[in-house]
């Protein structure tokens, strides 16, 4: 039995006390104005009850989240959440809006709160994943994707067609835009990259990998002062100030 706790004809908040589920449902959502209501609406609801477990229905959301919004969320709501250490797992029901629930997938996987949600197509499954205690850990795609390509000769183009689940699309679509990202980093570094010379890309190779101007000096036979002078010479080169900055150069390896 569930207790109705916040409606309006934008958005309801339940709680289903046997299961310790807060259930937030966006009856209709496509400009910002409804959504950071309905966040906020929804916070002030957890900050009473703090359930166990939170539960969004997302069917009808069609507002594309900004960057500025997901920041807000997660900083605003995820974050805060999650430092109070009650609330275990996050499940949500996607939406047909494939860019709108990209951007919902977005605010966790960007975010600082430590959670990561399940998406699923069909509430019962949502429900039957939050109720069990011994897999905390969203689920994962069990299926690879069918793939098909269609040729054009006409325009010399073709066409991927990606069949998959409902629920895995959030994932494999935050795993494209990542892939289409790598691709421009390449792009606009190449150049860089192919500044630097046969030795110091091995050099950077080792060091991505975390080993140390001793280790590197010792595999290679050569001394820890012309380690250091190539280590300067390659955050030069690919104009880095700091490791994480290095680390993307991992790409071109």
Known sequence: ?????????????????????LKGDFLKCKTSGEYVRAIRAFKEVYERV??????????????????????????????????????????????????AMLSVYEIFEQGKA???????????????????????VAPLPDHKPSIAIDWNKEKAKAVIRLEMDAQDLPYY??????????HDFLKKNLL??????????????????????????????????????HRKNIMRKLDCSGFRELVRFGLFL
């Open 1 to 21: 039995m569930s207790q109705n706790l916040y409606k309006t004809d934008e958005f309801s908040i339940e709680y289903i006390p046997a299961a310790d589920i």
């Open 50 to 99: 703090l359930p166990r477990y939170t539960f969004w229905d997302n069917t009808k959301f069609r507002h594309i989240i900004t960057p500025q919004e997901q920041k807000w969320t997660d900083s605003f709501l995820n974050y805060p959440g999650s430092q109070k250490g009650v609330t275990q797992k996050v499940g949500i029901l996607v939406s047909q809006d494939v860019l």
């Open 114 to 136: 430590p959670l990561r949600p399940g998406f699923f197509s069909h509430e019962e499954q949502a429900l039957e994943w939050l109720a069990k205690k011994e897999d905390p």
């Open 173 to 182: 679509m935050a795993r494209f835009k990542r892939f289409l990202n790598e």
């Open 192 to 229: 860089l990259f192919q500044s630097l010379t046969k030795r110091e890309r091995k050099i950077l190779s080792m060091i991505i990998e975390g080993q140390h101007n001793g280790e590197i000096a010792e595999q290679l036979f050569i001394s820890c002062e012309t380690v250091k002078t």
